[in-house]
T-cell receptor, first 113, second 117 residues
Framework: DQQVKQNSPSLSVQEGRISILNCDYT??????FLWYKKYPAEGPTFLIS?????DKNEDGRFTVFLNKSAKHLSLHIVPSQPGDSAVYFC????????????FGKGTKLTVNP | DVKVTQSSRYLVKRTGEKVFLECVQD?????MFWYRQDPGLGLRLIYF???????EKGDIPEGYSVSREKKERFSLILESASTNQTSMYLC????????????????FGEGSRLTVL
């Protein structure tokens, strides 16, 4: 049973526009959420995170929104750049620890020049 | 900078061979992990270790074992490789919660792409 779901396998946007990547989770015990970015032939790198006590966290062009009642989070990238083209993984954990991070299947973002 | 190094970027092995994937981290992290990444399946946890000689099964431990004799090194072992173990294997480490790192942040190696023929 998939606890973290990224229902869009791919997303294509134009450079300069907003990219919105979505993630849903089923387990209400998750209290910390992270986004990772992965380029081909490289390991994933941490992008941004949010605790369940917040509903928004911002870091430069990246903002993560958390809607606990809907068990939904989203990553906004504004403005999108071609270098943002990568696979984005949503992940969740219990009690704020990194043990047993549960990952979604990923969304491949393509930003067209 | 945290560095997680995986010994082999690309390996080709035959069915039935014993395969060792090595991972070393240089930041004195307590926690180390092995994931595999497959298209359409995302990242799935195989095993993790929270201390030397300690290990716990992840979501898909079948067909794998691990070894952590030293804090900086975490090895993944495929006792008898099979074609369904063809995958990208990713090692990661993390410090304990708190400190200068954001909670839950894993540091990944570049991955080892294993092909089993």
């Amino acid at each position: 049973d998939q606890q973290v779901k990224q229902n869009s396998p791919s997303l294509s946007v134009q450079e300069g526009r907003i990219s919105i990547l979505n993630c849903d989770y089923t387990n209400s015990m998750f209290d910390y959420f992270l986004w990772y970015k992965k380029y081909p032939a490289e390991g994933p790198t941490f992008l941004i995170s949010i605790s369940s006590i917040k509903d928004k966290n911002e870091d430069g062009r990246f903002t993560v929104f958390l809607n606990k009642s809907a068990k939904h989070l989203s990553l906004h990238i504004v403005p999108s750049q071609p270098g943002d083209s990568a696979v984005y993984f949503c992940a969740a954990s219990f009690q704020g620890g990194s043990e047993k991070l549960v990952f979604g299947k990923g969304t491949k973002l393509t930003v067209n020049p | 900078d945290v560095k997680v190094t995986q010994s082999s970027r690309y390996l080709v092995k035959r069915t039935g061979e014993k395969v060792f994937l090595e991972c070393v981290q240089d930041m004195d992290h307590e926690n180390m992990f092995w994931y595999r990444q497959d298209p359409g399946l995302g990242l799935r946890l195989i095993y993790f270790s929270y201390d030397v000689k300690m290990k716990e099964k992840g979501d898909i431990p079948e067909g794998y074992s691990v070894s952590r004799e030293k804090k900086e090194r975490f090895s993944l072992i495929l006792e008898s490789a099979s074609t369904n173990q063809t995958s990208m294997y990713l090692c990661a480490s993390s410090p304990p919660a708190g400190g200068p790192y954001r909670t839950g942040e894993l540091f990944f190696g570049e991955g080892s792409r294993l092909t089993v023929l």
